[in-house]
């Protein structure tokens, strides 16, 4: 089995998936071309930022298995993925304190003006007066946008810089956020104009595209302070730039629209360039304790893979199938049963969509459950109770 890994990887990890029995291609320079050309042989690959795309994918043929070193899978094409049958993996959570840990330093940074500090000191100039206003943070309103694993570490980060947290998030309640110690805002409409700082924390999705709208945007309180250390997409950032232009707000960013695909190189990007706006090299992962973490899980999840065929932390699988019915058959742990089975559901047009068989001790029995997309017709279930030899009772229940 071939490996390629197409961004930098700490190497005592990579010796750790070479001593699994896997050859290891180790690519740190790819970029999503070089993977599109020299993807045709490989079985699994392994990216943190570089572009797996719709040409990568179909210019493969030994390709099972796409692992994302980190969390969000947005620079991974799952449609494409998905409909060639490989899975996507990622590696949730290992990252979250390395990415809390950046937002709280991009808020403290702000209410100081760090940035400007340094830059005037660096140009020979003492401007002790100017930089003597700040505002302080204690007291302040954090709104976090996204309670998932990394808004979690940042609610405890900021409680212990006095902030008062409110949150939203989809799956928060009012009971979840009493027991995180926040306030619950039933929408980002309701949080954002109650805060002196917003955080947002969300992964990048169809759902969750531009989701801090003009709208959320123009909402938010003089003085205010923006921090995104999730995704540029989540974010009207021409909105965020008349806001900031306006003086109405500043920003603290780790993510920008127009980043470069490479690691390194020319970054000519106008947002960038706005006084009011700190931003970062897209590093909000990228500690040493982080990357341990994440390359850790990513030599789990192969190794797990491997050895079971069995892939953790799988992102492109559907949520809810057409499947309407299932069918349930015990039967003799035999050769032939269940291929007798489909055969029948094949005969009158009736898709399995997800199947799984489980075994009995002893080995003299197991038991099928098919999910279906169709309700199978009287006679295919008196066809299959009747697989002599084969069968020993069928149920049909709908789903």
């Not at 947290?165 to 027991?179: C, N």
């Not at 000519?268 to 992962?285: E, M, P, S």
């Amino acid at each position: 089995m071939k490996v390629l890994i197409a961004d930098k990887f700490p190497e005592q990890y990579i010796d750790q998936m070479k001593s699994l029995g896997v050859d290891v291609i180790y690519e740190p320079k790819f970029g999503a071309g070089e993977i599109a050309g020299n993807i045709a042989d490989k079985a699994v690959v392994i990216v943190r930022s570089t572009e797996v795309t719709a040409e990568a994918i179909g210019n493969s043929t030994q390709l099972s298995l796409i692992i994302r070193a980190g969390a969000g899978t947005n620079n991974i094409d799952k449609k494409a993925a998905s409909a060639s049958g490989i899975f996507v993996a990622n590696c949730p959570g290992t990252n979250s304190i390395a990415v809390a840990e950046l937002a709280m330093g991009l808020i403290c940074a702000l209410d100081r003006r760090i940035v400007d500090n340094v830059a005037d000191l660096r140009n020979g100039k003492w401007n002790k007066a100017e930089y003597s206003a700040a505002d302080g943070l204690y007291g302040k309103v954090l709104g976090v946008v996204g309670v998932g694993m990394i808004g979690k570490e940042l609610i405890l980060r900021a409680k212990a810089f006095g902030l008062k947290v409110k949150a939203w998030s989809r799956s928060l309640t009012p009971e979840k956020a009493a027991e995180l110690g926040v306030g619950f805002a039933a929408s980002i409409e309701e949080l954002v104009p109650q805060c002196d700082i917003i955080s947002v924390h969300l992964a990048q999705t169809a759902d969750t595209k531009g989701i801090i709208s003009k709208k959320v945007i123009d909402s938010m309180k003089e003085g205010a302070c923006f921090i995104n250390t999730a995704r540029a997409g989540v974010v009207d950032e021409g909105a965020l730039a008349e806001a900031v232009k306006a003086g109405r707000i500043r920003v603290g960013t780790d993510v920008f629209a127009n980043e470069p695909e490479g690691k390194d190189g020319d970054f000519d990007d106008a947002f960038a360039k706005l006084n009011g706006v700190y931003g970062t090299h897209h590093i909000g992962a990228s500690t040493t304790q982080a990357q341990n973490a994440v390359a850790a899980e990513t030599v789990r999840v192969l190794k797990v893979f491997i050895e079971t065929g069995r892939v953790e932390n799988w992102v492109n699988r559907m949520g809810v199938t057409p499947a309407k019915w299932q069918l349930v058959v015990r039967h003799y742990d035999r050769p032939g049963v269940l291929a007798a089975v489909l055969d029948i559901l094949k005969d009158g047009q009736v898709n399995a969509e997800e199947m799984q068989n489980l075994i009995f001790d002893g080995a003299e029995a197991a038991c099928a459950t098919i999910q279906v997309d169709q309700q199978p017709t009287e006679e295919m279930m008196k066809a299959i109770a009747a697989l002599e030899g084969m069968v020993i009772h069928a149920d049909l229940v709908e789903l």
